[in-house]
């Protein structure tokens, strides 16, 4: 509670920061949508006409096995700079595999891979429940998004990617650059699809930092924000920036600071706002103020 000693000095400053607070703030807009925090897997689907319409090839701008490589802008531009990153530091090279799959692409792949199973002796059941560990059914894949890519050390994925030069530094990295490991060894419980090193998913800043600090896949983080209503990360790079994450299913909700808003394939939208760690705290105290009945909140005129 407020000393009452105190008051004098800063009532000024009260008064100055409860009319900031109090200001008018705006619904977010739903029309700016990025879909980078987009959940895809079986109980979270895409229909079969989603399409990013800002998809850019980078087959010419980082390694590739494919004469075409396209990923979502955001997506493409931060993997270009993380490849570049990583190749001023080794020599041995990283390829991307696959990016962008449409929903008719991921069909035929499925299928193609079920087939495969059932020619290999597998009974249609076992060999539709083992494609699923590895190959998503159409309209649940990630790659649809354009925000997923497959990485090799050559033109084949392998669970020893994680243990090369390029899986350990991608692993070590990756969340500097927006990039997450999507399918870990450890949290396939969580995500229903088998171990995955190879395969990295674009979430953004500072999602990325908030993932690794806490563990926590798609999945988890999503559930942990519908739960929690908003998470508070303080930004490493800048020791005076506070990041609040907020999850809502209101669309006239009002948020201050907004930089992003993703809807979640869950029902609601990620709200990504960004303030200043000192005018979240003495933002708190004038509250608190208010609270106390040391200040009446502003009415309007």
Not at 116 to 126: D, M
Not at 155 to 175: E, Y
Not at 183 to 206: C, F, M, Q, S
Not at 233 to 244: G, N, R, S
Request: charge should be negative; glycine fraction near 4%.
């Amino acid at each position: 509670m407020l000393c009452k000693k105190l008051r004098p000095a800063i009532l000024p400053l009260l008064v100055l920061l409860l009319t900031l607070c109090c200001a008018p703030a705006y619904g977010f807009d739903t029309a700016a949508d990025d879909h980078l925090l987009i959940l895809v897997n079986s109980a979270h689907r895409l229909d079969a006409a989603y399409q990013p319409d800002n998809l850019q090839d980078i087959a010419d701008r980082a390694p590739s096995k494919k004469g075409s490589m396209k990923l979502a802008a955001p997506a493409a531009e931060a993997y270009v700079q993380m490849i570049d990153a990583y190749r001023a530091e080794h020599r041995q090279a990283v390829y991307s595999i696959s990016g962008y799959r449409d929903y008719a692409y991921q069909k035929r792949l499925f299928l193609s891979k079920l087939n495969h199973r059932q020619q290999a002796g597998q009974s249609y059941n076992t060999a539709y429940r083992n494609t699923l560990l590895y190959t998503a059914q159409p309209g649940t894949s990630e790659h649809q998004t354009g925000l997923a890519i497959d990485l090799s050390t050559n033109a084949a994925l392998s669970n020893n990617f994680r243990n090369t030069v390029q899986g350990k530094w991608l692993l070590a990295n990756c969340w500097d650059y927006g990039f997450v490991l999507r399918y870990d060894e450890n949290k396939t419980r969580e995500t229903a699809i088998a171990y995955e090193p190879w395969h990295y998913r674009y979430v953004g800043l500072p999602h990325s930092l908030i993932m690794r600090e806490n563990d926590w896949v798609l999945e988890e983080y999503i559930s942990t924000l519908q739960q929690q209503g908003m998470v508070e990360f303080a930004d490493p790079a800048d020791d005076d920036v506070l990041w609040q994450i907020y999850w809502t299913d209101d669309t006239l909700q009002e948020f201050d600071g907004v930089q992003s808003v993703s809807s979640d394939n869950a029902g609601g939208y990620i709200i990504t706002t960004k303030t200043s760690r000192i005018s979240s705290i003495l933002t708190a105290w004038a509250r608190e103020a208010v609270s106390v009945g040391f200040l009446q909140p502003r009415t309007a005129a």
